[in-house]
């Protein structure tokens, strides 16, 4: 399972100063219209947002620090700001099962989904048992948190062995079909990432890419073209080179 090793801690101010009305309104606050409209125009479309800028809420989530039962009252409000801060100071360690069951289901567009995925659930013990789940689900940002979540995991779980990765790439295999636009670009997304863990992954998910090349839909046409020309690019194969001889000097 990754940590967040490396990152600077949040320290936040003490838990009982911070409380969902008072975040609520701070997000309001500092919400603008424009940002409402630039979110609707990348496919960032929710009931209630109030268009708080990312980094804004970088700020705020530093200002509050982790506070698992504010981040849980949080993502209740159905506010799209409040559900991607309580990503943001939710504890990792407190994360059960349940509790991604109970959110993957309020994922209703991209930007939560992957914001979720990134900032708490790729941290949690069960990432990767929901990982190969939730890419079974019909529903598309269910199904697309599924592939988000092999996509951090690929970068940040350097404890995990190539046999996970492995097996997901028979996953990717089994669902590249899926024509819906936010599927699609999360299946590529997990492809490309698992191929730039090292020089086996990198031949294997160039094998898989090969393979979806072939394949009638034009979905997997899509994901091997636009996965072939960054996992065969000179850029990756670079590095893949680097970290090869890095690990054999060890």
Not at 55 to 76: C, Q, T, V
Not at 186 to 198: D, F, P, Q
Request: proline share 2%.
């Amino acid at each position: 399972m990754p940590t967040r090793s490396g990152k600077k801690k949040h320290e936040g101010a003490p838990a009982g100063e911070w409380g969902v009305r008072r975040v609520v309104g701070e997000l309001r606050r500092l919400g603008t219209k424009r940002n409402v409209e630039g979110m609707a125009r990348y496919g960032i479309r929710a009931e209630k947002v109030f268009g708080v800028s990312k980094p804004k809420l970088d700020a705020l989530a530093r200002k509050i620090g982790k506070n698992h039962s504010l981040g849980l009252a949080l993502w209740a409000t159905g506010i799209q700001d409040a559900k991607i801060l309580a990503g943001m100071i939710s504890e990792p360690g407190k994360v059960t099962a349940a509790h991604m069951e109970l959110w993957v289901r309020d994922f209703d567009n991209w930007d939560s989904c992957d914001g979720t995925c990134c900032h708490l659930f790729v941290f949690a013990k069960d990432a990767w048992a929901k990982a190969f789940a939730w890419t079974r689900r019909e529903e598309e940002f269910q199904k697309r948190a599924g592939f988000a979540l092999a996509a951090y995991l690929a970068y940040r779980d350097k404890s995990a062995g190539d046999a996970k990765y492995l097996k997901f790439l028979k996953v990717i295999e089994r669902e590249a079909g899926d024509e819906r636009n936010f599927v699609r670009k999360a299946v590529n997304w997990a492809l490309r990432n698992i191929g730039k863990r090292n020089r086996r992954l990198n031949r294997a998910a160039v094998a898989t890419a090969r393979r979806l090349r072939k394949k009638e839909s034009r979905a997997s046409r899509w994901i091997a073209a636009d996965a072939l020309r960054e996992l065969e690019g000179e850029a990756v194969q670079a590095r893949l080179r680097g970290r090869e001889r890095k690990n054999e000097g060890r």
